[in-house]
Protein backbone atom coordinates (compact mmCIF):
# COMPACT_ATOMS: atom_id res chain seq x y z
CA UNK A 1 0.00 0.00 0.00
CA UNK A 2 1.58 3.08 -1.32
CA UNK A 3 2.17 6.22 1.22
CA UNK A 4 -0.36 8.28 -0.72
CA UNK A 5 -3.31 5.39 -0.41
CA UNK A 6 -2.42 5.30 3.18
CA UNK A 7 -3.21 9.25 3.31
CA UNK A 8 -6.25 9.02 1.61
CA UNK A 9 -8.09 6.44 3.65
CA UNK A 10 -7.13 8.08 6.73
CA UNK A 11 -8.74 11.35 5.37
CA UNK A 12 -11.42 8.91 4.25
CA UNK A 13 -12.04 8.21 7.89
CA UNK A 14 -11.75 11.90 9.41
CA UNK A 15 -13.93 13.09 6.52
CA UNK A 16 -15.88 9.88 4.53
CA UNK A 17 -16.95 11.44 1.15
CA UNK A 18 -21.01 11.59 0.84
CA UNK A 19 -22.38 8.33 -0.65
CA UNK A 20 -24.28 9.71 -4.49
CA UNK A 21 -27.42 7.35 -5.40
CA UNK A 22 -28.59 7.66 -8.62
CA UNK A 23 -30.07 5.46 -11.69
CA UNK A 24 -27.75 5.35 -14.44
CA UNK A 25 -28.43 8.55 -16.46
CA UNK A 26 -26.74 7.07 -19.74
CA UNK A 27 -30.31 7.08 -20.38
CA UNK A 28 -30.23 3.06 -20.43
CA UNK A 29 -34.31 3.13 -21.76
CA UNK A 30 -35.09 0.11 -19.00
CA UNK A 31 -37.33 1.48 -16.80
CA UNK A 32 -40.89 -0.27 -14.95
CA UNK A 33 -43.50 0.65 -12.89
CA UNK A 34 -43.18 -2.91 -11.76
CA UNK A 35 -40.97 -1.96 -9.03
CA UNK A 36 -43.27 0.51 -7.69
CA UNK A 37 -45.97 -1.64 -7.74
CA UNK A 38 -44.10 -4.39 -5.64
CA UNK A 39 -43.06 -1.94 -3.10
CA UNK A 40 -46.54 -1.35 -2.70
CA UNK A 41 -47.83 -4.48 -2.31
CA UNK A 42 -44.56 -4.77 0.24
CA UNK A 43 -45.91 -1.87 2.62
CA UNK A 44 -49.56 -3.90 2.40
CA UNK A 45 -48.05 -6.69 2.97
CA UNK A 46 -46.25 -5.34 6.15
CA UNK A 47 -49.42 -3.95 7.35
CA UNK A 48 -51.44 -6.94 7.30
CA UNK A 49 -48.56 -8.84 9.39
CA UNK A 50 -48.39 -5.95 11.87
CA UNK A 51 -51.86 -6.55 11.85
CA UNK A 52 -52.07 -9.86 12.59
CA UNK A 53 -49.18 -9.68 14.95
CA UNK A 54 -50.39 -10.81 18.61
CA UNK A 55 -49.04 -8.79 21.64
CA UNK A 56 -47.51 -10.40 24.45
CA UNK A 57 -50.15 -10.89 27.33
CA UNK A 58 -49.15 -9.56 31.10
CA UNK A 59 -47.76 -13.16 31.90
CA UNK A 60 -45.26 -13.43 28.58
CA UNK A 61 -42.35 -14.28 29.44
CA UNK A 62 -38.94 -12.12 28.37
CA UNK A 63 -38.23 -14.03 25.67
CA UNK A 64 -41.87 -13.94 23.82
CA UNK A 65 -41.77 -10.06 24.40
CA UNK A 66 -38.46 -10.05 22.54
CA UNK A 67 -39.90 -12.19 20.17
CA UNK A 68 -43.27 -9.67 19.41
CA UNK A 69 -40.65 -6.34 19.45
CA UNK A 70 -38.15 -7.83 17.35
CA UNK A 71 -40.73 -9.46 14.75
CA UNK A 72 -42.67 -5.50 14.70
CA UNK A 73 -39.13 -4.24 14.48
CA UNK A 74 -38.32 -6.21 11.50
CA UNK A 75 -41.99 -5.35 9.97
CA UNK A 76 -41.71 -1.23 10.85
CA UNK A 77 -38.72 -1.05 9.32
CA UNK A 78 -39.53 -3.54 6.03
CA UNK A 79 -42.41 -1.32 5.42
CA UNK A 80 -40.41 1.98 5.55
CA UNK A 81 -37.87 0.67 3.35
CA UNK A 82 -40.33 -0.01 0.76
CA UNK A 83 -42.40 2.66 1.12
CA UNK A 84 -39.29 5.15 0.30
CA UNK A 85 -38.24 2.31 -2.24
CA UNK A 86 -41.78 3.17 -4.36
CA UNK A 87 -41.16 6.89 -3.44
CA UNK A 88 -37.95 6.45 -5.54
CA UNK A 89 -38.93 4.38 -7.95
CA UNK A 90 -42.00 6.97 -8.75
CA UNK A 91 -39.93 9.83 -9.25
CA UNK A 92 -37.78 8.01 -11.51
CA UNK A 93 -40.41 7.55 -14.11
CA UNK A 94 -41.49 11.05 -12.80
CA UNK A 95 -38.14 12.58 -13.75
CA UNK A 96 -36.18 10.12 -15.62
CA UNK A 97 -38.68 8.32 -18.14
CA UNK A 98 -41.79 10.32 -18.48
CA UNK A 99 -41.44 13.36 -21.50
CA UNK A 100 -43.35 16.20 -22.01
CA UNK A 101 -45.18 14.46 -24.64
CA UNK A 102 -46.60 11.92 -21.94
CA UNK A 103 -47.65 14.62 -19.54
CA UNK A 104 -49.34 16.45 -22.53
CA UNK A 105 -50.97 12.70 -23.38
CA UNK A 106 -51.70 12.20 -20.23
CA UNK A 107 -52.49 15.64 -18.15
CA UNK A 108 -53.94 14.09 -14.93
CA UNK A 109 -50.22 12.43 -14.43
CA UNK A 110 -48.88 15.29 -12.41
CA UNK A 111 -51.32 15.39 -10.36
CA UNK A 112 -50.93 11.71 -10.03
CA UNK A 113 -47.56 11.30 -9.48
CA UNK A 114 -47.84 13.44 -6.53
CA UNK A 115 -50.60 11.80 -5.12
CA UNK A 116 -48.73 8.63 -5.43
CA UNK A 117 -45.36 10.46 -3.35
CA UNK A 118 -47.68 11.54 -0.91
CA UNK A 119 -48.85 8.38 -0.64
CA UNK A 120 -45.86 7.02 -0.04
CA UNK A 121 -44.78 8.97 2.34
CA UNK A 122 -47.96 8.83 3.92
CA UNK A 123 -47.70 4.82 3.71
CA UNK A 124 -44.13 4.87 5.41
CA UNK A 125 -44.85 7.13 8.44
CA UNK A 126 -48.13 5.00 9.43
CA UNK A 127 -49.26 1.39 10.32
CA UNK A 128 -52.72 2.71 8.05
CA UNK A 129 -53.85 -0.06 5.56
CA UNK A 130 -56.26 2.86 3.31
CA UNK A 131 -53.01 4.10 2.74
CA UNK A 132 -50.92 1.30 1.64
CA UNK A 133 -53.62 0.17 -0.74
CA UNK A 134 -53.84 4.02 -2.17
CA UNK A 135 -49.95 3.33 -2.81
CA UNK A 136 -50.83 0.66 -5.03
CA UNK A 137 -53.75 2.46 -6.58
CA UNK A 138 -51.59 5.42 -7.90
CA UNK A 139 -48.52 2.89 -8.71
CA UNK A 140 -51.28 0.80 -10.99
CA UNK A 141 -52.69 4.29 -12.55
CA UNK A 142 -48.58 5.20 -13.50
CA UNK A 143 -47.87 1.88 -14.90
CA UNK A 144 -51.17 2.19 -17.17
CA UNK A 145 -49.70 5.57 -17.99
CA UNK A 146 -46.73 4.06 -18.50
CA UNK A 147 -47.77 1.47 -20.64
CA UNK A 148 -49.73 3.55 -23.11
CA UNK A 149 -46.24 5.88 -23.69
CA UNK A 150 -45.15 2.41 -25.02
CA UNK A 151 -48.27 1.48 -26.90
CA UNK A 152 -48.19 -2.08 -24.63
CA UNK A 153 -51.87 -2.60 -23.75
CA UNK A 154 -52.31 -3.53 -19.77
CA UNK A 155 -55.02 -5.45 -17.71
CA UNK A 156 -55.19 -6.12 -14.26
CA UNK A 157 -55.21 -9.30 -12.86
CA UNK A 158 -55.28 -10.08 -8.85
CA UNK A 159 -51.71 -10.49 -7.50
CA UNK A 160 -49.94 -13.65 -7.02
CA UNK A 161 -48.38 -12.66 -3.87
CA UNK A 162 -50.26 -12.58 -0.21
CA UNK A 163 -51.84 -9.34 -0.32
CA UNK A 164 -54.04 -10.75 -3.44
CA UNK A 165 -54.93 -7.18 -4.69
CA UNK A 166 -55.49 -5.77 -8.46
CA UNK A 167 -52.28 -5.35 -10.17
CA UNK A 168 -51.83 -3.58 -13.47
CA UNK A 169 -49.63 -5.74 -16.12
CA UNK A 170 -48.58 -5.29 -19.45
CA UNK A 171 -50.06 -7.64 -22.31
CA UNK A 172 -46.75 -9.07 -23.62
CA UNK A 173 -46.46 -11.52 -26.68
Known amino acids: MSVAHKLLRALDRVRPAPVAYAHCDIPCGIYDPHHAQLAAHTVIRMVDLI ?3 EKPGPNATAEQRQEYHNKLTRYIAT ?11 IRILYGDYFKPEHLQAFPSLHDTIWKALKAGSKGRQEINLAAAEDM ?30 ETVYPKLG
Not at 79 to 89: G, L, V
Open 79 to 89: KEQHAEIYKSE
Open 51 to 53: GQL
Open 136 to 165: LKLANEIAEAFWKTKSIATYRAKAPYPTAR
